[in-house]
């Protein structure tokens, strides 16, 4: 069993950046891809960024290529999602996402069902 918690939410303005942060409680992070996926008011959970066990390769969904940045610190079992030049679109439940996998260094899934663990999720609201 994986725990997963996200910090690093709030309201920022358009334009603004914020830094999301998620800790896995995994003896071997290293095994884990992991993912970031949003949820907005009366949408579906879509996929946002995700990147693989060693790092060396990340995805991202198309509105957000260019602005956010996902990377992992597999010392501090702890991946990041960097969010850059915010829009109000952006605004969501951001949650965190974990999966055991220990193959291929560059797989790094983006569907909802391929994940494992998930965590409580962390409110981002962007501010026109």
């Known amino acids: 069993q994986v725990q997963l918690v996200e910090f690093g939410g709030g309201l920022v303005q358009a334009g603004g950046s914020l830094r999301l942060s998620c800790a896995a409680s995994?003896?071997?992070?290293?095994?884990?891809?992991m993912g970031w996926f949003r949820q907005a008011p009366g949408k579906e959970r879509e996929f946002a960024a995700s990147?693989?066990?060693?790092?060396?390769?990340?995805y991202y969904e198309d509105s957000v290529k260019g602005r956010f940045t996902i990377s992992r610190d597999n010392a501090k079992n702890t991946v990041y999602l960097q969010m850059d030049s915010l829009k109000p679109e952006d605004t969501a439940v951001y949650y965190c996402?974990?999966?055991?996998?220990?193959?291929?260094?560059?797989?790094?899934?983006?569907?909802?069902?391929?994940?494992?663990?998930w965590g409580q999720g962390t409110q981002v609201t962007v501010s026109s």
């Open positions: 995994a003896r071997t992070f290293s095994s884990y891809v």
């Open positions: 990147i693989s066990r060693n790092g060396g390769s990340t």
């Open positions: 996402a974990a999966k055991y996998y220990s193959s291929s260094y560059a797989y790094a899934p983006t569907r909802v069902y391929e994940y494992d663990y």
